[in-house]
């Protein structure tokens, strides 16, 4: 049996924890009335890495933190939310559907002959069929 909350790659690297034993009797009564201790407030309830009380109501299912993200000791970090990504406010005004790159001024190679989009050759092209073509004129 692995010891809860490593990763296994921990428990692969260290040799000592290759036997994990179980509580004796006594070490896990002693758990037990630590834990009943914390719940009836006589002893304080335990910290987490960022010096948050833990609360001692909490199920061990949603206190115990997966193995894979190897937390050393007690921690509730799993279960917070991350802090959100800063979005501009809805007040801001941009240019829609404007590129913000530099559009080509003159025809490229392997472009559409008749408007000079890139996207299609000029026998796909959707526009009107031009006098001179943009591959011709080099304005489009």
Same mark, same amino acid.
């Given at each position: 049996?692995?010891?809860?909350?490593?990763?296994?790659?921990?428990?692969?690297?260290? %040799?000592?924890? !290759?036997?994990?034993?179980?509580?004796?009797?006594? $070490?896990?009564?002693?758990?037990?009335?630590?834990?009943?201790?914390?719940?009836? +407030?006589?002893?304080?309830?335990?910290?987490?890495?960022?010096?948050?009380? #833990?609360?001692?109501? #909490?199920?061990?299912?949603? =206190? =115990?933190? &997966?193995?894979?993200?190897?937390?050393?000791?007690?921690?509730?970090?799993?279960?917070?939310? &991350?802090? $959100?990504?800063?979005?501009?406010?809805?007040?801001?005004?941009?240019? %829609?559907?404007? $590129?913000?790159?530099?559009?080509?001024?003159?025809?490229? %190679? +392997?472009?559409?002959?008749?408007?000079? !989009?890139?996207?299609?050759? %000029?026998?796909?092209?959707?526009?009107?069929?031009?006098?001179?073509?943009?591959?011709?004129? +080099?304005?489009?």
């Amino acid at each position: 049996m692995a010891a809860p909350g490593l990763p296994v790659s921990t428990l692969i690297r260290t %040799k000592e924890n !290759a036997e994990v034993k179980k509580p004796s009797r006594d $070490q896990y009564r002693l758990a037990k009335e630590l834990e009943e201790a914390r719940k009836a +407030g006589t002893v304080p309830a335990e910290q987490d890495e960022e010096g948050h009380d #833990i609360n001692p109501h #909490i199920p061990h299912y949603i =206190a =115990a933190a &997966p193995w894979y993200i190897g937390t050393q000791g007690p921690t509730l970090k799993h279960q917070r939310q &991350p802090d $959100q990504k800063v979005y501009a406010p809805i007040t801001d005004w941009y240019k %829609k559907g404007v $590129q913000t790159t530099a559009a080509a001024t003159k025809y490229r %190679k +392997g472009a559409c002959e008749n408007c000079g !989009a890139m996207t299609h050759k %000029k026998k796909d092209c959707l526009e009107r069929p031009r006098k001179i073509g943009a591959k011709y004129s +080099g304005v489009y």
